[in-house]
């Protein structure tokens, strides 16, 4: 049975850091993509990053591209997203979420992921 486990979300002021881990119980992270998705109230889920199995590409939304890193730890089984420079507007639910395969033209879609985890929130205050 495939699990992933988010942690790390938080309230932290604008201009802060989070660092979001993703551990995974049931799959080996290393031969999957894994992504990062966000949700605020009201709004869809929107794509934020993804990283392909070993970690050699990674992909960001325009919107975080710069200010987010995503990266795998294969030793622990996590993939980790590092928050910097925060804005109010990154506020939501964070999800990770992996698949078996790495679809090149449309891996920022929440539907080419079978496996999603429960969330975290991030807050950021202005």
């Known amino acids: 049975q495939v699990q992933l486990v988010e942690s790390g979300g938080g309230l932290v002021q604008a201009g802060g850091s989070l660092r979001l881990s993703c551990a995974a119980s049931g799959v080996t992270f290393s031969s999957y993509a894994v992504a990062w998705f966000r949700q605020a109230p009201g709004k869809e889920r929107e794509f934020v990053a993804s990283?392909?199995?070993?970690?050699?590409?990674?992909y960001y939304s325009a919107s975080v591209k710069g200010r987010f890193t995503i990266s795998i730890d294969g030793t622990k089984n996590t993939v980790y997203l590092q928050l910097n420079s925060l804005k109010s507007e990154d506020t939501a639910a964070y999800y990770c979420?992996?698949?078996?395969?790495?679809?090149?033209?449309?891996?920022?879609?929440?539907?080419?992921?079978?496996?999603w985890g429960q969330g975290t929130q991030v807050t950021v205050s202005s």
């Open positions: 990283i392909k199995w070993g970690g050699e590409n990674t």
């Open positions: 979420a992996a698949s078996v395969r790495f679809y090149k033209e449309t891996y920022n879609r929440p539907e080419r992921y079978e496996y």
